[in-house]
């Protein structure tokens, strides 16, 4: 094991290296993008070659046999392959360049060594390996390169503090979250059933495509304001979201630290009102999609300023107050798409080219660490 250990700690230490050492021309970006790129072409790989598809989205699995989605699989193996070789040409040290070589190389032994599985789901759940690959692929794509252009802090690194547990809170809500996505649609759909609101279902059921998505969001965002200020205000639904508000940095993948209960309560609180007015499936698959990207864009470290925008959207800075250890910071901003909730209700928090001093919980009681952080709210306080 010593071996291990000691390849981990290499390969940490070049991750978190200070910034002098990952200036252009040094091999670090293209040895994290080989990786990067890498890692999630093996992810794809093992999830298209495990039998049942049990580590397959059911959302993803039709695309599978799609010419241009394994073209792009072999993309990005082959991209993350040739970035590698950059790295090892460039940098010094050989620890990156030698991971993402090796990551692509497992994905490509695993192409050729195993056939492909077509069988149906054998259970009504699943891991979904692919959509956590496919995830942190197209947000980190997205966001990391504007955090770095128009950064709220500055002095905030790609690999900040706590950012290898932000990445395993993604796994877990991408694999396990997705395994019990199933859950409110049966209630919701038996509430629906028998709600005397049939013809309001039913009418919501005929909208546009167009008009049912900013309607769901108008409805769940109403819901989840009320469930996020519960989860505030109830003492012991907090010791639950307290986790989520132990950042002290904000990114892109801050907003997906939540306690797995708290995922599980907040979705079915969510979804269950939005299931039984009627919404098609379609309409509400496709707002899950844009409230988790929402989601990940107001938890990042962006500094924009948006006037006007910002009195009808929910903006980073908005909600980085709501993330604030500023005392005016305290039990503001719930909403997550619409600040006009706030303003109704009297949570409304937004001060002129203001931003919070810091992040996180005052004297930060929760502890670090993703097992020490799921135990929390069982702990005697």
Request: aromatic share 12%.
């Amino acid at each position: 094991m010593k071996p291990f250990h000691e390849t981990h700690r290499k390969l940490r230490a070049e991750l978190e290296s200070p910034a002098p050492e990952r200036v252009f021309g040094s091999g670090w970006a293209s040895g994290v993008l080989g990786i990067g790129l890498s890692l999630a072409g093996l992810l794809l790989v093992i999830s298209m070659r495990t039998p049942g598809q049990l580590l397959t989205a059911p959302q993803i699995t039709p695309f599978q046999e799609n010419q241009w989605f394994k073209l792009g699989v072999i993309l990005l193996m082959v991209g993350g392959f040739a970035a590698s070789v950059v790295s090892l040409a460039l940098r010094e040290a050989k620890i990156l360049g030698t991971t993402g070589i090796v990551l692509a190389l497992s994905a490509t032994v695993i192409v050729q060594s195993v056939a492909t599985a077509n069988s149906a789901h054998p259970l009504p759940i699943f891991f979904g390996l692919d959509w956590f690959a496919i995830n942190v692929l197209f947000t980190g794509l997205i966001f990391i390169p504007i955090e770095r252009l128009c950064p709220q802090k500055e002095d905030q690194s790609i690999f900040r503090d706590e950012w290898r547990e932000d990445v395993f809170y993604v796994l877990v809500s991408s694999l396990m979250v997705q395994a019990l996505a199933f859950l409110p649609q049966g209630p919701g759909q038996l509430v629906g059933s028998l709600s005397p609101l049939g013809a309001v279902r039913h009418w919501i059921g005929g909208l546009p495509l167009v008009i049912q998505l900013p309607v769901i969001m108008l409805a769940a965002d109403f819901f989840q304001y009320w469930a996020h200020r519960a989860f505030h205000r109830i003492p012991w639904l907090w010791n639950f979201h307290a986790v989520h508000h132990s950042a002290q940095r904000m990114d892109w993948m801050s907003g997906a630290r939540m306690h797995f209960l708290e995922i599980i309560l907040m979705r079915s609180i969510t979804a269950l009102p939005v299931l039984a007015l009627g919404f098609t499936p379609l309409a509400v698959e496709i707002y899950v999609l844009v409230a988790y990207v929402y989601t990940t864009l107001i938890h990042s470290n962006i500094g924009w300023r948006l006037p006007y925008v910002d009195h009808l959207f929910v903006t980073p800075q908005f909600h980085h107050w709501h993330h604030g250890s500023d005392k005016e910071a305290i039990d503001v901003n719930f909403a997550i798409h619409f600040p006009l909730y706030d303003r109704l209700f009297g949570t409304y928090h937004l001060p002129k080219d203001q931003w919070p001093s810091g992040y996180g919980i005052e004297g930060h009681p929760v502890p670090k660490g993703y097992w020490a952080q799921l135990l929390y709210p069982f702990r005697r306080k």
